[in-house]
């Protein structure tokens, strides 16, 4: 099928400065900025502030911070700014997972105002109204679209909102003297990393099912899973394959049945929104990627929120503070007999869970439905442009739909022509695009990870399948050009293999002198 | 009629346009057609058919309804914004791990760039200037913290505490941590949450008249179980631990980790951990060049030597800079670890997900800013004007300040117990004069009494710390009745 | 100067494409050229060789005369060190050739070996030269067994080259597989475990580290092996099958074991040694007994591959739910979402192992993963 208007593969080019290192700017005796002076009467009357420091305490020489003047210092940042492709600046539906969706301009201003920036989370209650009744409103909205009854925004991420679900759960069974018989957690090797791994730090064993056939877990391997050890099951659905398990009650009931609690990752709930929710699948727990469905830009990796809900019964078991509403006025309520303390200090975000209502306002129930279904028609929309290119293919479900992404394999490309995922990714940065792989482990083979949201356009979503496209091509007829990619990006192929050397390694400037004596940028 | 039908098309028009939305482009009609048709659907409930019907939400999520416009929206938030009563037009005295610092512009022009802003796990080609950013952040700090290895930042103080804490644990095999009680009960309640069943918590008193750690409860609780000793330098009250290298000492001597946390913002001027003995630096970053928000502003850091069995323990990521295949020109990428031996007891490398990246970047311009007579400079700023605060305060009837004898930075207890009235009931009456007084600390360390945390930075002019005194001294003058 | 050597087993990966299964022996070589077979190995190790001319100047590249090596690497573009033309047999080439050539080149002291073959050339390297170098396969043979070659040639050469500039260090042994050729072309599969050769590896680089890079393959089998010994109970008898991960077992209980047999532990000590099946049903007679067993070779076979003593009386006498499945992440992940298989010979048994098993992969960590028949 040819479309009416050829698709053309842009002749990008991203700006290259050449800038050095923040350090190699300094000049003796430039100053970026001048601090508020102390009063004359307070020096006249404190004279010499450091004299009450004791010697051995005392810094006497000064911090090796490099000295620059202002305009060069914002010159420096914003030139790294252009070596950085952000959401806004492409079609960036490559980065399969995050979620990468237009974080609307409007709330940027919101959060900048003074009335957020300038408040200190222990201002006496009165004074913070608003922000209680946003964060509190944001609150109520989660509940009906999870379906459970009380959501906290502490933990600062997803991987965060994990730790406090894994947290949870020990505690609850704690409660029941169960904590030392009940010492395994159930994961799927689709969900996210973090599943694992939070819940590794609250010292439980893990147990991951790995996916039938149909690239799905399956409840024989649950069943194998399961036994009087099992503390819980925390798990993605849809997992990272785009895939929705149509099981995901079942897998509940037989967790509950053995005494154990069901936590749900719901960071891909962008395709999902008043579909389908947590409390249908009879989940004890969920959590909310705000920096993620709910359109809070990403950062460069955060700030986040992990907002957390919880069923009625597991209230009790939430970090503190929560806000309630009573009587016309919010607060917050720091006495949970159960608590698990704080997994992160004040109560959270609140520039994040700001943007989240704003965003939610402005969509409305119908707003969110659209949302879902876009972001999957979307996907849907790429994955059968990308299963009819050469090399591509989409393992599991094949010939069903998708929900939000697909985790797609180039391993057809990778026998036939010797160019990688790992190459591809490098190559589209010369057309001005990101593309990710997986998660570790790769258990498709030379993945790629592609989650289209609802924020572009049919003919953007066409770019990106072009350049996908021309690779593919290069692939086929010129591999060494797409092995020695980028060329249009801001440096050339990187040489990791120092990186994983103690030796060599380098995390700081300092640390880089000492060991290699010299500027690496120096001939 | 023709008037009629005008009405009906406009009516028309109006209905088929709200179900486009300016954040979905595909919502238009004519283009979800045609996806569909290329897709072969003739309805999007097509796509959802692996979800089976028991499992769907059946009707309208209760939500409210959507404001149609973004000048709608714009009104609604700003009025429910108005009901908060910030630090611009408070006189504002809390501290405590989130404090009122001053934000140069350029710290503020950098973090609103959409490029960074946006951006999120690109690779090192198309995404360079975000690892240049962020190891820039790294390198800065270690000037700071004079150490060679930093993270890249993670959510915030209690979250570096706790990887701090854990990491000292799988250094040394052991299960115990010893923790000074006078850290932020946050931090606390954090690291208690987080040691949980895996590690022991214990803790350690302090002295109750200069508040520092008590060394002769430190020999007796210290063992061969011990993984390390965390204290925090200045202290969440604000005096200085004059003490750190003893400590170290004695943590070294039993084969344990000097574990230390501190505010950056004071290390212009107060030898940075590492110079005492500290084998793991953690803190948060939010004093340098982030807004408060509300308790948003935070970012964790976690600092060590560049040695192979601290850095194999990090759980975050740890940018290096390397070279690329073109002579002149260098890159940067994920420092990887990987273990080459297997220790008993051993759990994994905790977990790494989105934390506090634009935080640390603008930390990067901050410290850049500053450069090292700025952060002097605001050291002794920063001791000048509290020392100036105690020194004022103290002359008021019935207060004593600071509670804790010794050096402080920052911030520093007001102990009220002399003036008979309660915290509370002082900051409600302060509050009526537009200041914002210290935290009350009455219930968390009920040793002290009516007492409060007060907090003094850059920003409080001499005007602003008279007008505290005034104040104070109205309210708990004898005379005032409640 | 570093070398490399090249040796390229030039009829290997005929039989395949006309339906025969080896090419062991000139008859079937013969044969297989009747059948309008096509050498393919020259391709491969062109492939192969494609990813290491980069660092062609850097490196010595020491082969065998014509179609055993310097055929391929002169289209490649090197210029290649040509071992004594004297020892190797010009016309035709067989399996002393390969061994001549492996011995001269570990004497000349070539850093890395590659080598263009299937099971039967690795054997001949390893009877050779036994596991004194490091080696790597260039796959062209047929349904390779042995778990010591690259994915594909493409693959084979970048790891080649990496591990010469040091990019990539770690080594690890995998298993080397003797098929019995004769019993395969008659559709009867029996293969040993033959040894094992050091091979070069790397855990594939991920820029994005969102969750940590998996764990390095020896410290995943030592956290195995703490696992399995933390866990035994001394009423119980241990059957070990053979495989590096077992091996890791036996290593940290300090005891002597059979590098490519079957051991049984009690009581944390050695009780017997590279058993055979009468042997084994001996010992475990009326006694409360485990088998840990672990995939052998670069097919995922839990069972009937390289350890067919566990024949399907021995795992009816240890019973399904008393099989300690063991592998470490890497191995799992070689296997591409494949399952892991069982041919004891015996259809009931392999049914009755099929399905969904745990298998021990860390410390405190498993997975339930499939298994098939």
Redesign the interface.
Known sequence: MTEEKKIKVRNFHQAKWDEPIIFELSVEGERGIRIPEVEKDIEDLIVEGLSVLPENIKRNKAPALPEISQMRVLKHFLRLSQHCLGADFNVDIGQGTCTMKYSPKINEVLVRMPEVTELHPWQDESTVQGALEIVYKVDTFLREISGLDQFTFQPGGGSAAILAMASIIHAFHETNGEADQRDEIITTIFSHPSDAAAAAVKGYKLITLYQNEDGLPDVEALQKAVSERTAGLLITNPEDTGIFNPKIDEFTKIVHQAGGLCGYDQANANGILGVTRARDADFDLCFFNLHKTFSSPHGCGGPAVGALGVKERLKDYLPVPIVEYKEDKYSLKYDLPNSIGKVRAFLGVFPVILKAYAWIMTLGAEGLKEVAHIAVLNNNYVLKKIRELKGASAPYAVGRHRIEQVRYSWEKLTEETGVTSEDVIYRMADFGFHLWTSHHPFVVPEPFSIEPTESYSKEELDEYVAGLEKIVEEAYENPEKVKNAPYNSVVHRIDHSTLDDPEKWAITWRAYLKKHGKDPAEK | MKLILKEERRFEMSQKDK?V?P?????VPE??A???E??GIKD?E???????E????KG????????SS?YA??R???S?????????D?L?F?G???W?H?V?A?C???????????????????????F?????Y???M???L?M???N??T?????AASTTV?MAGRITGRQEVLVSDTV?P??L??I???C???MRVKMLKHCPETGVLDLDDLKIKISSETAGIYFENPSFMGF?E?Q??VVSNIAHENGALSLVGVDPVS??????PGN?GADIVCGDIQGLGV?????????GFIATR?E?RY?MEY?S??????????????????????????A?R??????????????G?TA??Y???????????????I???S??TM?KLSEIQGIKVPHFTG?HFKEFVVDFNGTRKKVKDI??AL?SKKI?GG?DLSSEFSELGESALYCVT??H??EDLDSLTRALSEVVSPNRKY | MKKLGLIVNPIAGMGGRVGLKGTDGPEIFERALQLGAKPVAQARTIEALKAITPIKEAITLVTCPHKMGEDAAIHSGFKPQIINGKCISESSTDARDTRKAAKVMREMGVAMLLFAGGDGTARDIHKAIGNSLVVLGIPTGVKIQSAVFARNPSAAGELCALYLQRKAKKVHEAEVMDINEEDFRKGILSARLYGYLKIPYRSRYVQRVKSGSPPDEKYAQEAIAAAIIESMSDAIIYIVGPGTTTRTIMEKLNLDYSLLGIDIVHKKKLVGKDLSEAEILKEIQGKKCKLIITPVGGQGYLLGRGNQQLSPEVIARVGKDNIIIVATQNKIHSLKGQPLLVDTGDKKTDQHLSGYSKVIIGYRDSIIYRVKH
């Open positions: 179900r939305h954040y979905i482009p595909n919502s283009t979800k045609k996806m569909m290329e897709i999007i097509e796509l959802y058919t692996d979800i089976p028991h499992l769907r939400f309208k999520l209760n939500l409210p309804e959507a404001l973004e929206l714009k609604h938030v700003e429910i914004l108005s009901k908060n009563q910030s630090c611009k408070h504002n809390l405590g791990g989130c009122q001053y140069p350029i503020d022009e950098i973090n609103q760039r959409s490029e960074f802003l946006t951006a999120y796990g690109g690779e090192p080609y198309e995404d360079h200037g975000r240049q950013a962020l190891f820039e790294e390198s800065l270690a000037e700071l004079d060679d290895v930093v890249v930042p959510y915030d103080w209690c979250q854990r932020s946050e931090r309640s954090a208690r949450n987080y949980h069943p895996v200085i004059h750190g290298e290390l212009g001027v107060i030898l940075p005492y807004h408060m928000n509300f308790g948003g502003g935070l970012g560049d192979e850095v759980p990521r740890l940018f290096g800079i390397t070279k690329t295949s073109v002579e002149g020109e260098y890159g940067f990428g994920d420092v990887a670890y990987e273990r080459t031996s297997f008993e051993e759990e994994g490398k905790e977990f790494v997900g989105t934390h506090a990246a634009l935080w970047i990067a311009v410290l850049s800013l500053m450069g090292p007579r700025g952060m002097q400079e605001l050291g002794k700023t001791m000048q004007k020392q100036y020194l050096p900051n409600k509050l914002y935290k850059e920003i002019s001499k």
